[in-house]
C-alpha cells in the first residue's frame, strides 16, 4: 500500500514539475541568435531577449577571422563586441555576459572571411571579404512608458519572453466609472500610440502615432468592458522595435447593488450617473467634472427615501444657489434639476452641492466641482449627447470625439476656441471635406465661440464621416476639433473599426506548447503503470515480492526519458531512477532513496530544454510577426 501511495506521489510530482516546466519561461536564458551564412544575411528577423542575461549569436559557416556587432542606428556605428577567430572557425560564436538596454536596436555584424571577393576589408594587414548580418534586438522593457488613470499613476510589471509585451498592470473599474488614461513615454524624443482591444484579443480601437509623446484618452466602463486592456505603445526611430505595456481593466464585484449605493443622494450630469464616489464627513463627493464651456450642463440631485420628503436645495460654494446664479431649479417629485449654461455662468472650479434645507446634526451633502476642459489655444466642440460619447482622445492639442449616432437624430453643435484677444480668425464647420461659407464667432471672456452651430439630422449614410470645427489665424489653420461619427448597430456597436485586427494572445501559444507535452507526459506515465500492474503478477507469481527482482523490472520498464532530461541533479549520488512499485515488505534499504529525490532541486539541463525553449519562443515570435505583418 505504501509503495502504492508513493507512486501516486511520483505521479504528482510528474506533474508538478511539467507545469513548472511551463512555467518556467521567464527563468530561463536568452534564446540562442543562430545566423548562417548565405542564408541569414540581411533578415529582419526581430530577437526577443532579457536585459542583464547572457546572449549567445553563432555565425554558422561563416569562416570568419573577425567579427565586429555594431549598432547600425548610432551615429558611430558603437561597437557592442567584437572577436578574432585565430583558426577561421566553422561556426563563429560570440558570447555577450550581459544584454543591456542600449543593444536594444538594429544590429550589425560584419565577418571577415578570407578573401574570395566582393566588400573588401583589412584585417590584421591582409585583405579579406566582409560580409554583414543585419537583425533587430528587442531587450525587453529597454524603452518605458508611463500610465496614469484618473491621475494614478499604473507600476507595471516586467514581462518575460513567454508573453510579448512588455509590461503590464491592472486598474479595477466600478459600474460605469469614467476613466482619463494618460500614456506618455518616458524619454520625451519617442512617441505614443494606443491600442484598444477587447476581452477576445481583437483591437477594437488605436490612437495610431503621430509624433506626440503624450495621448490622452477618454472613455467610460461597463461590465462589458471587463478584461478589456489597452496597450501605451512607445514607438523608437526603428519601426521594428516597439514597446508595448498592457493595461487590463477588471470589473470590481461590490458587495452591494450599485443602484443602491449608500449615499443619500444621487447626482447626474449631462445623463450620465457617476458610481465613483467618496465620502468626505457629511459630503459625499463625486468626480470633478470637466465641461467644455458652452456646453448645457444639467444637474440632476435625487434623494433617497426616508429624506425625499425635506425639500432639496442646491448650493453653490456653500451659497444657496438663487436666480442671481443665472442657473435654472426646477423641482420634480423628489429631484431638483439644475440648467447651467457654462457660457453664461463662471463656473471653473466651482462647487455645487445639493442638500436639505434642514438644519439637521445630521444633514448630508452632494457635491460636485466643474472644470473647464478647454485648454488655451484648443479648440473644442460642444452639444453631443454625452452617453453616446464612446471615446474622447487628445493627441498633441488635437481633440477628437467619437460619437455614436442613431438615424434620424439631429445633432446641433457650437465650437469654442481659448484664446488670448488677439488676432485674426475664422472658424470654419467642415463636413466631410464641405466646408461652410459662414465664419463668424462671438467673444465671452477668454473664449471664443462660432456664431453659428452645425446643426444636422444624421442618416445612415453618415457612417464614419467626420465633422470638423476648424479655425484659421491670418488665413491659416490654427487648430481644429473633430467627431468622428459612428453609426449605432444594435449587434456590435463596439466595433467601429474598419479593419478588426485579431491580436492572439501569447499565452494561448504557451499553452499549446505545454498542453501536448503534458499529454504525452501523462500518456507515458500512464503506459508505464499499466505495463507494471500487467508485469508485476508475472514477477512476483510468488506474493512476497522479492527485491533482487526489482532491477529486473526496471529495465524492462524504462523510465521515460521525457521524465528526467529535463532535469538533472548536482548530487550525483540521488538516483532518481527507482521508480519500482515495491511489496510493503522490501526492506532493503537502497530503495528507498527516490523518497528523497528532491524533485524542486531539478534544475534544467544546461543545453537542450533551452534550445526546446527557445524554439517555442520563435514560434511565438514567429507567429505574432506573421499576425502583425498580415495587417
Ligand atoms: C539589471 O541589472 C541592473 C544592475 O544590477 C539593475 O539595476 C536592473 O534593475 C536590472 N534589470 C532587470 C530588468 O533585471
Ligand atoms: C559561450 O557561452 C556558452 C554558454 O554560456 C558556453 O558553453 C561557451 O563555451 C561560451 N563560448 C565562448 C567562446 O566563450
Ligand atoms: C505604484 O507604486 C507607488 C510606489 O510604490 C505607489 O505609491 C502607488 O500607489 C502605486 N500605484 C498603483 C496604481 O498601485
Ligand atoms: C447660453 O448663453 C449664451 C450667452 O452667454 C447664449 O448666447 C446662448 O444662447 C445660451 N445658450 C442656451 C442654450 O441658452
Ligand atoms: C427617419 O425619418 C424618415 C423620414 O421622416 C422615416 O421615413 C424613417 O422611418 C426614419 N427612420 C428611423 C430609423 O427612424
Known sequence: MRCKINNCVKVLIFFIISILQCEAFDTTENPVITL??????????????????????????????????????????????????????????????????????????????????????????????????????????????????????????????????????????????????????????????????????????????????????????????????????????????????????????????????????????????????????SYFDYPIFKYVDGEMIIVTCEAKRPYSSIPLQFYFDREQVTLYNRIKVKKIDDKIVGTINSSAVFLNKKTLSCGFNSR??????????????????????????????????????????????????????????????????????????????????????????????????????????????IVYENYKILNFAEIRLQLKEISNSENFEDQINPHTSNNLIIIFACIPGLVLTITVVGIVYWRKRIQRPKTTSNTEAPCNRVKEDNEMTPIPESMYDSCYSENSTIQPNNDVPKSPDCSDPNHHHYEEVNYLQCKPKPSEPQQRSSKIYNVAYDHVRRCRSGK
Open 360 to 469: 439637521s446634526e445630521k444633514e448630508e451633502y452632494a457635491r460636485i466641482t466643474f472644470e473647464s476642459d478647454v485648454a488655451v489655444g484648443t479648440v473644442r466642440v460642444f452639444g453631443l449627447a454625452r452617453p453616446n460619447i464612446l471615446y474622447q482622445y487628445r493627441s498633441g492639442d488635437v481633440w477628437t470625439t467619437v460619437y455614436q449616432y442613431s438615424v434620424n437624430e439631429t445633432i446641433s453643435l457650437g465650437c469654442v476656441l481659448n484664446i488670448l484677444p488677439s488676432g485674426n480668425y475664422k472658424f470654419k464647420w467642415n463636413f466631410n471635406g464641405e466646408e461652410s461659407s459662414r465664419n463668424g464667432y462671438r467673444v465671452k471672456g477668454m473664449m471664443k465661440y462660432a456664431d453659428e452651430n452645425f446643426i444636422k439630422t444624421l442618416t445612415e449614410h453618415d457612417d464614419k464621416k467626420i465633422i470638423k470645427c
Open 36 to 281: 548562417e551564412y548565405g542564408k541569414d544575411i540581411n533578415n529582419i528577423n526581430t530577437y526577443y531577449v532579457e536585459q542583464n542575461k547572457s546572449l549567445q549569436i553563432i555565425f554558422k559557416n561563416s569562416h570568419a577571422g573577425h567579427v565586429r556587432c555594431y549598432d547600425v542606428q548610432s551615429k558611430y556605428g558603437i561597437t557592442f563586441i567584437e572577436k578574432g577567430f585565430l583558426y577561421y572557425d566553422k561556426d563563429s560564436v560570440i558570447n555577450i555576459t550581459s544584454v543591456t538596454p542600449d543593444m536594444s536596436t538594429r544590429w550589425a555584424c560584419r565577418a571577415l572571411q578570407k578573401y574570395h571577393g566582393g566588400a573588401r576589408d583589412v584585417y590584421k594587414s591582409v585583405e579579406h571579404t566582409a560580409v554583414q548580418y543585419y537583425f533587430h534586438l528587442h531587450v525587453k522593457g529597454a524603452r518605458s512608458v508611463s500610465v496614469s488613470i484618473n491621475g494614478d499613476s499604473l507600476n507595471f510589471t516586467k514581462m518575460g519572453l513567454n508573453v510579448q509585451h512588455d509590461g503590464e498592470a491592472f486598474f479595477s473599474f466600478i459600474e460605469h466609472q469614467n476613466i482619463e488614461l494618460v500614456c506618455a513615454s518616458v524619454d520625451k524624443q519617442f512617441e505614443v500610440s494606443l491600442e484598444y482591444f477587447n476581452q477576445n484579443g481583437e483591437k477594437i480601437f488605436e490612437i495610431p502615432p503621430k509624433g506626440d509623446t503624450s495621448l490622452l484618452f477618454r472613455t467610460r466602463l461597463t461590465s462589458k468592458q471587463d478584461k478589456f486592456y489597452i496597450d501605451c505603445i512607445c514607438h523608437t526611430n526603428n519601426k521594428y522595435l516597439e514597446y508595448r505595456y498592457r493595461t487590463y481593466f477588471y470589473k470590481q464585484e461590490l458587495n452591494h447593488n450599485p443602484d443602491k449605493q449608500d449615499n443619500t443622494l444621487i447626482v447626474t450630469v449631462n445623463g450620465l450617473l457617476e458610481r465613483y464616489v467618496r465620502r468626505t464627513g
